[in-house]
């Protein structure tokens, strides 16, 4: 299968090939010359703009648009010339382009009525983006100059940034890196992280691609800030995650009680990314770890060692711890470790949790379980037990820049274990049990339960998972899907089906390719209309995002579920890779063994307004088209 997007790279489903994250214009960056390419988008010089951007020579206050330096689904960065303190600056403005359009005198509006709740939505968040960021004044972080609205949506004016992106960087140093042009790399982010952590801000989408070094000085400076994008895709329902996989630690496949996310999660991606300076490629995936980890420490390779300090081997690998609580918990903690401050290396100490209406737990045996939770049974400390509410989490990064107000009042939400998950024993060196009550006094441990290899688990299929949502389905609420050709051409038919059902409700299209990757063909970035009425018949695909079949030859298996309220699918590791979501394969495989008698993890939640009982009615129909 295979489709065609004006919008967004090329993205071809079945061929295993994964397309780079859609460019949402955040990143404002020049590489080299003046006529050369802006980072993830063409430099367009002196050509005319694509229909929907201003025209070049418009004026937005006192800035005078010159080029437009680069595009995506959610905004746009132009070159401009300030008219009063005449320099080069860029501006970028809100412009998502499948919520909004712009009239012959320039302003943007929503395209209707049903889209602008989420493009309000989007240019708050924006605006929050532009205040937050404009509060900072250090040279390794992004500056905003100035924002302000105006034709019906917002501007920020930001410094014009010459260089190449760490990944060109590397790209170009084939034997390896210096030590000390790396650590002079991570001299300058750590700082810069360290201010937005002050004030209780989280990057969570570090990265080579969104770290600049500057053509005149080398000077670092960390890029890519997309709060637009993250409340957007939240809303939407469409991109929920934005993870790049070899950066991401597992926390951001799922926000947890006992594995929430913090400072501790942007230690985790510079890691990774010293991880790639050092040996041109990324660690394994962190959601695989929990199950089978197969990281090999720097500190032991005696290659490395012969080229690098075990000083900057050994942080990297306690950067690189796989649950939160095994890496350092600050800035300070890795700057330490690195040698790069005065700090003394402060014990790590796991940090209270903070309620942020995000309940999964994964709380793997032999480790502390937070309080009011239960671990389950496990092996090697990575047999997990999962339990609450499954609500929002990001990456997307998709997308990727957040921000926490500890001040947010709640209470911590307790979390209870699948039924009959024992409780685990709480090693002797960590400072609480689980069972703590509220005047500090810790409760017994529990005996440790019977060891359970990883071996002995029996793996749950990308298919089984598929299969397993028509498993909960309410009684009576009869859900089809049709193909129109049970077997297609390669290269030749469409493939085309039509979905049914006798209950009105929202409707999810799932997809496991004959390539064995998994997709949420709908809702997709192009078409978010997912609402079907009472024995409606949706003929799908719609004219906007036509999947033509593009082999390999195999069979295509589809799960269509139609829910009585939307579904937020954050928990299942969901990732913008294209028009259609994609799901991580071994997240999804950690997701099952997690789950015990839970329901199937492609279900994701169904979002019910706030303080009403909130009753799960769905119904799901399987069928397959096979391609030859």
């Known amino acids: ?299 032991g390779d005696a290659q490395l060692a012969g080229r690098y300090s075990a000083r900057l081997l050994s942080a990297v690998d306690a950067g690189l711890g796989v649950r939160p609580d095994a890496r350092p918990q600050s800035m300070a903690q890795l700057r330490a470790l690195l040698g790069l401050g005065d700090e003394a290396a402060a ?65 911590q939400q307790a979390a209870t274990a699948p039924p009959g998950a024992p409780a685990a024993a709480a090693p002797a060196s960590t400072e609480a049990s689980a069972g703590a009550s509220a005047t500090g006094a810790a409760a017994p441990p529990a005996s440790p339960p019977p060891p359970t290899s990883v071996a002995e688990l029996k793996p749950v299929t990308p298919l089984e998972s598929l299969q397993a949502l028509a498993r909960g389905a309410a009684p009576g609420f009869n859900v089809s899907g049709t193909p129109r050709k049970a077997e297609v051409q390669i290269g030749k038919d469409k493939l085309g089906f039509e979905v049914r059902s006798n209950r009105a409700g929202y409707v999810y299209v799932y997809l496991l390719s004959s390539g064995n990757e998994m997709f949420l063909l709908f809702p997709n970035l192009l078409d978010k209309r997912n609402k079907i009425a009472a024995n409606e018949t949706l003929q799908l695909p719609r004219a906007a995002w036509p999947m033509d079949s593009g082999g390999p030859p195999g069979t295509n298996q589809f799960a269509v579920l139609v829910s009585e309220h939307e579904r937020d699918l954050a928990s299942t590791g969901m990732q913008s890779e294209g028009v259609f979501p994609q799901f991580s394969l071994p997240a999804l495989a950690s997701l099952e063994a997690a789950r015990g008698t839970g329901p199937a993890p492609l279900l994701g939640r169904p979002v019910c307004p706030p303080g009403t009982p909130c009753q799960d009615a769905y119904g799901v129909g399987l069928f397959r088209i096979v391609e030859k």
């Open 347 to 411: 014990p790590v100490r796991r940090p209270p949790v903070q309620d942020d209406d995000r309940t999964v737990i994964i709380s793997p045996a032999g480790t502390k379980a937070s309080a009011g939770s239960a671990a389950a049974p496990g092996g090697k400390g990575r047999q997990m037990a999962v339990a609450a509410a499954v609500l929002v989490a990001l990456a997307a990064g998709g997308g990727a820049w957040w921000w926490s107000q500890q001040s947010r009042g709640g209470a």
């Open 1 to 299: 299968m295979s489709e065609n997007d004006p919008l967004e790279p090329t993205q071809v489903i079945g061929a295993g090939n994964n397309a780079p994250p859609p460019d949402d214009g955040a990143t404002v960056v020049v590489s080299g010359a003046p006529t050369s390419q802006a980072a993830g988008a063409p430099a367009k010089g002196g050509d005319a703009p694509e229909a929907g951007l201003l025209p070049l020579g418009s004026r937005l206050a006192e800035f005078e648009l010159t080029r437009v330096v680069g595009q995506g689904g959610f905004g746009v960065v132009y070159e401009a010339w300030d008219t009063d303190l005449e320099r080069v600056v860029a501006v970028k403005e809100y412009l998502p382009v499948s919520l909004s359009s712009r009239a012959g005198d320039g302003t943007v509006s929503p395209l209707s009525e049903r889209t602008r709740e989420t493009f309000d939505l989007g240019l708050r968040s924006f605006i929050n983006e532009a205040r937050l960021l404009a509060q900072f004044d250090h040279p390794s972080l992004l500056k905003v100059l100035r924002f302000w609205q105006e034709k019906g949506t917002a501007y920020m004016a930001m410094p014009f940034y010459r260089g190449d992106t760490l990944r060109q960087a590397l790209s170009a140093k084939q034997g390896g890196v210096d030590e000390a042009w790396l650590m002079a790399i991570l001299d300058g982010v750590t700082q810069a992280l360290a201010v937005m952590h002050a004030a209780n801000c989280y990057h969570r989408d570090i990265a080579p691609d969104n770290i600049i070094l500057l053509e005149d000085s080398g000077r670092p400076v960390l890029l890519d800030f997309g709060a637009a994008r993250r409340v957007i895709t939240d809303k939407t329902q469409a991109i929920t995650v934005i993870l790049k996989p070899g950066y991401a630690p597992v926390e951001q496949y799922a926000e947890m009680p006992d594995m929430s996310q913090g400072a501790w999660t942007d230690v985790y991606a510079l890691a990774a990314v010293m991880h790639v300076a050092i040996t041109g490629r990324a660690p394994p995936p962190s959601v695989a770890r929990l199950l089978n980890d197969s990281y090999v420490p720097l500190s």
